[in-house]
């Protein structure tokens, strides 16, 4: 009886792969690739006579569209689209497109997300050194000068302690120090500006004296951040993506500064009341959409941007376990993406724990975030998030 395998390929490189084991010749290879991978691309908010015309010719082409009795028969003013094939398909269908003049637009986005989705390794500038993201899965250190932030809070407060622990994380294999001086836990208030500075500024100086990782400054200031710049930061962290302080968008721009966006809903004094999404994913997409516009109309290189969708700012547990489950759509945006688990509330519901023992529910968040595409992962607890992180690499990249 012969011996039927179901393979699981998740990107070009993997199909041609498997295509090489079988025998296939380099012309083959080249013909087929584009038919290994599948995908199912969902179109939000179109016309259903365009929703209708995608059908026809993604049917002619062997693939299919998804769409509701009401967008069949024209009844609805907008409807969504679940749009199926091989990326030979979507290929074909971006040349039909290119035929009516009103929906080349829609033809170059597929196009875009297609390019997109593809995309797994990146690079970012620093001024000490550029950080590849891909290969090896990077490792941002938390760094609280802080008296209350929710997890570390008043830990290393201490300019001397903070420094100290900055250092034993680059000892333990950190990546990245993020330090950050105001506390964003649910329910916190805005930090004064003056205050903000006194605490960080201090130590990023002293530790960007004795390390070489880059550090980058947990903020959502421009004044902050340019500050931190000077005092020997290499990376801005902005928790609201450019929604508090969108001068913070000029700052990484003229410094030519690696930025994080993340996904906030709210503010950290509100996020966590009345929380509610219509569409969980296509709002996060859209925030960040909007967020990466703003630093790139600020003159932001678009390949120094990073988003985050920000677990825990605004989220229920349901809504945290979707995103990591689900991070590969944040793929379509093109750029890399850093998760933070660490300790969050969600791991201490589900499994009945305090903030300091959620160190098993932190690692297995993280673990899964690398195999669904996480290019960073931010932790306090780098020794051991460091080694769980290099057996999921090893098991990722294997046979690669």
Same mark, same amino acid.
């Not at 990466?292 to 390949?303: F, K, N, V």
């Not at 509330?345 to 932190?362: A, H, P, Q, Y």
């Given at each position: 009886?012969?011996?039927?395998?179901?393979?699981?390929? *998740?990107?070009?490189?993997?199909?041609?792969?498997?295509?090489?084991?079988?025998?296939?010749?380099?012309?083959?290879?080249? +013909?087929?690739? !584009?038919?290994?991978?599948?995908?199912?691309?969902?179109?939000?908010?179109?016309?259903?006579?365009?929703?209708?015309? +995608?059908?026809?010719?993604?049917?002619?082409?062997?693939?299919?569209?998804? @769409?509701?009795?009401?967008?069949?028969?024209?009844?609805?003013?907008?409807?969504?689209?679940?749009?199926?094939?091989?990326?030979?398909?979507?290929?074909?269908?971006?040349?039909?497109?290119?035929?009516?003049?009103?929906?080349?637009?829609?033809?170059?986005?597929?196009?875009?997300?297609?390019?997109?989705?593809?995309?797994?390794?990146?690079?970012?500038?620093?001024?000490?050194? *550029?950080?590849?993201?891909?290969?090896?899965?990077?490792?941002?250190? @938390? +760094?609280?000068?802080?008296?209350?932030?929710?997890?570390?809070?008043?830990?290393?407060?201490?300019?001397?302690?903070?420094?100290?622990? !900055?250092?034993?994380?680059?000892?333990?294999?950190?990546?990245?120090?993020? &330090?950050?001086?105001?506390?964003?836990?649910?329910?916190?208030?805005?930090?004064?500006?003056?205050?903000?500075?006194?605490?960080?500024?201090?130590?990023?100086?002293?530790?960007?004296?004795?390390?070489?990782?880059?550090?980058?400054?947990?903020?959502?200031?421009?004044? @902050?951040?340019?500050?931190?710049?000077?005092?020997?930061?290499?990376?801005?962290?902005?928790?609201?993506?450019?929604?508090?302080?969108?001068?913070?968008?000029?700052?990484?721009?003229?410094?030519?500064?690696?930025?994080?966006?993340?996904?906030?809903?709210? *503010?950290?004094? *509100?996020?966590?009341?009345?929380?509610?999404?219509?569409?969980?994913?296509?709002?996060?997409?859209?925030?960040?959409?909007?967020?990466?516009?703003?630093?790139?109309?600020?003159?932001?290189?678009? /390949?120094?941007?990073?988003?985050?969708? !920000? &677990?825990?700012?605004?989220?229920?547990?349901?809504?945290?376990?979707?995103?990591?489950?689900? +991070?590969?759509?944040?793929?379509?945006?093109?750029?890399?993406?850093?998760?933070?688990?660490?300790?969050?509330?969600?791991?201490?519901?589900?499994?009945?724990?305090?903030?300091?023992?959620?160190?098993?529910?932190?690692?297995?968040?993280?673990?899964?975030?690398?195999?669904?595409?996480?290019?960073?992962?931010?932790?306090?607890?780098?020794?051991?998030?460091?080694?769980?992180?290099?057996? @999921?690499?090893?098991? /990722?990249?294997?046979?690669?």
């Amino acid at each position: 009886m012969n011996l039927i395998r179901c393979l699981h390929i *998740t990107n070009a490189s993997e199909a041609i792969q498997q295509m090489k084991k079988v025998g296939v010749d380099p012309i083959g290879v080249k +013909l087929m690739g !584009g038919k290994t991978l599948n995908f199912n691309l969902k179109v939000e908010g179109i016309d259903p006579r365009t929703a209708n015309l +995608l059908k026809q010719e993604l049917l002619s082409l062997g693939g299919d569209v998804a @769409v509701d009795g009401r967008g069949l028969d024209c009844s609805a003013n907008q409807t969504d689209a679940l749009l199926m094939g091989t990326q030979k398909h979507f290929e074909k269908l971006i040349l039909k497109l290119e035929q009516y003049p009103d929906l080349q637009l829609l033809g170059q986005s597929i196009k875009e997300t297609l390019k997109n989705i593809s995309k797994t390794n990146y690079s970012i500038r620093c001024r000490k050194r *550029t950080l590849i993201l891909g290969k090896r899965t990077l490792l941002m250190g @938390v +760094l609280n000068v802080t008296p209350d932030s929710f997890s570390d809070g008043g830990l290393f407060f201490d300019k001397e302690k903070a420094k100290a622990h !900055g250092l034993r994380m680059v000892e333990e294999g950190a990546d990245i120090i993020d &330090i950050g001086g105001e506390s964003t836990r649910p329910g916190s208030k805005p930090l004064e500006l003056k205050e903000e500075l006194r605490r960080v500024i201090p130590v990023i100086d002293s530790i960007a004296k004795e390390v070489d990782v880059p550090i980058s400054i947990d903020t959502y200031k421009s004044t @902050v951040a340019q500050r931190a710049i000077e005092a020997g930061a290499e990376i801005i962290n902005d928790i609201s993506g450019l929604n508090f302080d969108q001068s913070l968008a000029k700052v990484a721009a003229k410094e030519d500064t690696p930025l994080v966006l993340m996904h906030i809903r709210g *503010t950290p004094e *509100t996020m966590q009341k009345d929380v509610h999404y219509d569409s969980l994913f296509s709002e996060i997409l859209q925030y960040l959409k909007v967020s990466i516009q703003r630093a790139e109309s600020a003159g932001l290189d678009p /390949r120094q941007i990073i988003i985050d969708p !920000g &677990i825990g700012f605004g989220k229920t547990v349901e809504d945290n376990l979707l995103i990591i489950k689900n +991070l590969f759509e944040f793929r379509i945006l093109g750029k890399p993406i850093l998760l933070g688990t660490s300790r969050k509330s969600f791991i201490g519901k589900i499994l009945n724990t305090k903030v300091g023992d959620r160190l098993e529910g932190t690692l297995s968040s993280a673990a899964i975030g690398v195999l669904n595409g996480a290019h960073i992962i931010r932790s306090h607890d780098v020794l051991q998030t460091k080694k769980a992180i290099a057996v @999921v690499d090893a098991i /990722r990249l294997a046979g690669t």
